[in-house]
């Protein structure tokens, strides 16, 4: 705890004390990190009012007595919630259900226990942005990674979207096109957590309200990044969530299960005038983390009662495996080295494929798995190749330009995501929605199935598909 700092000093740099932000925090045995993170929030350097909403999930270390010390020199600031009994493990989120209704504030912002704020302007910056940008209803930035598990894995960015930062439209969000968007980066509008809580509240099986939230943010008009590191995101610590879903099969696989039918539910319920292709390919990406990256959902198929996604992959498989009788006796170029063009290289074989082109243009040099990469001028004029366009994430209008240099020497373009996305169809994993009151939610005692759970019996008693 900063000695120096009194309430009466941050008090003392507001315009007045309404209360414009609440900053919400979830803590579960975080004494290692729960001071770092609180400090990081009283350092700010802002001219409105705040309030430090931080919720103990029945702590068995010293995290509620450290959280009770900052809430005894800052009452006005820090309003606390202590369990004495573990909320989550009985299915009850701690931020719908004890932080986000008694949020005061036109914006909420997060940080949780393990995680920490690193710059003193950054909630000035992004309130200033909102109250500009009135169509933008979320802000973010990006974060360095501090692995937990792994230090020599920690260091990297997560979260940039933007090389000198500006807006980012809704599908780049929703896709989560340039990886994860920290949560504790992460400042909207309050009607955004209305609209959060009231789709989550009777949906208890849901994961990922971070997601969730961070789509309904950029539902309108996208979202804002600000080109800055401001926070670190910890990953791995000894009770984080995330960590207990990467090192536990059923866990995992419930975890992006859960994010693909819980995408469906927010598509139906927010946006269903909007084309599905977005939502087909987070259903895609989703399904190949699932039974590709992890190769820990066919295990689960029958226990978890995924046999309507593990078709859908399997078709998916099937569609590559055609590809060498498809393509018999031309000359191809992929574009995009991802797992897409893996999966092309070992159906096909490397002989059969003249180049890959790297989407991002960072890999010039050397060869992908047997094949060397290219770039369009290397495309020569002559017999007509076939550009299969391996990635569902790049961009049209620089692609065509870049075709352009070689237009001479491609004769038919084959897009990957018009062809996969066909083979996925949205009605064959929904079978409608269930939504449990909130009763029911707080007098079950348990988390309800969907999340991880090896009942059968439950399972199809509530068939959350």
């Known amino acids: ?192 957590m209305e609209q959060l809580a009231q789709f989550m509240g009777p949906r208890p099986y849901l994961t990922s309200g971070d997601v969730h939230m961070q789509t309904l943010g950029a539902l309108r008009q996208g979202g804002y990044c600000v080109n800055k590191v401001m926070s670190t995101y910890r990953l791995g610590t000894g009770s984080s969530l995330t960590k207990g879903i990467l090192l536990d099969a059923e866990k995992n696989v419930n975890h992006h299960v859960s994010c693909i039918r819980g995408a469906i539910a927010m598509w139906k319920s927010y946006f269903p005038h909007r084309s599905e292709g977005t939502l087909k390919k987070l259903i895609y990406k989703r399904l190949v983390w699932l039974f590709l990256s992890d190769a820990r959902g066919f295990d689960l198929v029958d226990r978890l009662n995924i046999s309507d996604l593990h078709e859908i992959y399997i078709s998916i498989e099937n569609y590559f495996e055609k590809l060498i009788e498809r393509f018999e006796g031309q000359k191809v170029v992929l574009f995009g080295s991802g797992h897409e063009a893996v999966k092309i290289i070992k159906s096909m074989g490397p002989g059969r494929i003249d180049m890959v082109i790297d989407r991002d243009g960072l890999r010039l040099d050397g060869d992908f798995h047997g094949v060397p990469f290219g770039q369009f001028k290397n495309i020569k004029p002559g017999p007509d190749i076939l550009l299969f366009v391996t990635t569902m994430f790049y961009d049209e209008k620089k692609l065509l330009k870049d075709m352009e240099i070689c237009r001479r020497g491609i004769g038919d373009v084959v897009r990957i995501e018009d062809e996969i996305l066909e083979l996925i169809d949205v009605s064959k994993i929904w079978r409608g929605d269930v939504l449990i009151p909130k009763e029911t939610v707080f007098s079950s005692g348990k988390r309800f199935p969907g999340w991880w759970s090896n009942d059968k019996e439950a399972i199809n008693a509530f068939p959350i598909h």
């Open 1 to 192: 705890m900063n000695s120096e700092l009194t309430e009466e000093r941050i008090l003392s740099n507001w315009a007045d004390e309404k209360v414009l932000v609440s900053i919400c925090m979830l803590a579960y045995n975080h004494e290692n990190y729960i001071a770092e993170a609180i400090d990081g929030i009283l350092a700010q350097n802002t001219f409105f009012g705040y309030e430090i909403l931080i919720h103990d999930d029945a702590s068995t270390d010293r995290t509620a007595e450290i959280i009770k010390q900052y809430s005894k020199k800052f009452p006005r600031l820090i309003k606390s919630i202590y369990q004495t009994r573990n909320q989550w493990s009985r299915g009850i989120n701690p931020s719908v259900f004890f932080n986000y209704p008694r949020a005061q504030g036109d914006y909420v912002a997060w940080c949780e226990g393990d995680d920490v704020w690193t710059d003193a302007s950054k909630l000035q910056i992004q309130i200033d942005i909102l109250e500009r940008e009135r169509d933008i209803d979320l802000c973010f930035h990006p974060a360095v990674i501090e692995n937990c598990v792994d230090p020599s894995r920690g260091g990297h960015l997560v979260g940039t979207y933007m090389d000198h930062g500006g807006r980012v439209n809704f599908d780049d969000i929703f896709l989560r096109r340039f990886g994860m968007i920290p949560t504790a980066s992460c400042v909207v509008r309050r009607s955004v």
